[in-house]
């Protein structure tokens, strides 16, 4: 984006200044080349942003697997489980300039989204599900997300195989309008399975960057300090693709 307003700039300076200059053949064939740059960037951007299909109350699965984690067995999971979560906490901390602590009724009052979308796992199952949630874009506005951050990670309350579970995505998927902080599935609480009481949806990604069990939301300038720098759970471990587009 950075990137792009700069060469806007200098297409700008260079129409204004230079048109003279512009008429020589290296030039032209420079700004050209600008200028299927701007436009191939543009068309990745814009096909980013397109919306996963939704789709009808009559397509949702009858029953929505659970994959991965199924009941993390931490004491401060299950405590807080026991307790219905009223005290859960999801924490917006990193490159912010006004770091949260959501309750989940500050979750709930906020702007809400819901979405009916097919999961798609890696493993070879999908399923359609109802989903609501506030868009992660109003939340990291609230939370005053500095110009600084490139990346979103999520942290998660499960230990799967002894390590704590966590992912990320970039900013084009953060503030895609289909990417939430689900606390219902099909009209009722997210059950424990599928990743009470928050989980991600970000419906371009395949199933794995879906986090569930979220406890905090950070952001931060590059991966290299997350894990073990490649992004995620699976990325660090069985080498899934980072950038797990659908
Ligand atoms: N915290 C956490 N998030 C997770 C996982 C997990 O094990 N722990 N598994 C991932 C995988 S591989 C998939 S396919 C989906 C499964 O979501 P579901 O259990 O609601 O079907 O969650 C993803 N998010
Ligand atoms: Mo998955």
């Excluded at 984006?1 to 420079?30: E, F, Y």
């Excluded at 991965?68 to 906490?89: C, H, I, K």
């Excluded at 989204?113 to 609501?132: F, K, L, N, P, Y």
């Amino acid at each position: 984006m950075k990137r792009r307003n700069l060469l806007a700039a200098m297409m700008a300076g260079m129409a204004a200044g230079c048109s003279k200059l512009a008429d020589t053949q290296p030039i032209a064939t420079l700004l050209d080349r600008a200028e299927d740059w701007h436009r191939s960037a543009h068309r990745a951007l814009a096909s980013r942003q397109a919306l996963a299909r939704e789709f009808d109350r009559q397509d949702i699965s009858p029953s929505f697997r659970g994959n991965g984690t199924l009941d993390p067995a931490t004491p401060a999971y299950r405590a807080a489980a026991q307790n219905g979560f009223a005290d859960w906490r999801l924490a917006v901390h990193g490159l912010v300039g006004q770091p949260l602590s959501l309750s989940l009724e500050e979750i709930r009052t906020l702007p809400q989204r819901t979405q009916i979308t097919r999961h798609d796992c890696v493993e070879g199952w999908s399923a359609i599900g109802q989903w609501t949630g506030p868009q992660l874009g109003i939340i990291l506005d609230l939370a005053q997300l500095s110009e600084e951050a490139n990346y979103i990670v999520f942290h998660c309350a499960d230990h799967l195989n002894g390590a704590a579970y966590y992912e990320s995505i970039d900013l084009v998927d953060a503030y895609h309008p289909q990417t939430i902080i689900a606390h219902r599935l099909n009209d009722a609480p997210l059950p424990v399975r599928n990743g009470a009481p928050l989980r991600l949806r970000v419906e371009r990604q395949l199933g794995y960057k879906h986090a569930k069990y979220l406890t905090a939301i950070e952001a931060v300038k590059d991966l290299s300090g997350i894990g073990q720098g490649k992004g995620g759970y699976w990325e660090d471990r069985a080498n899934y693709q980072w950038y797990a587009g659908i």
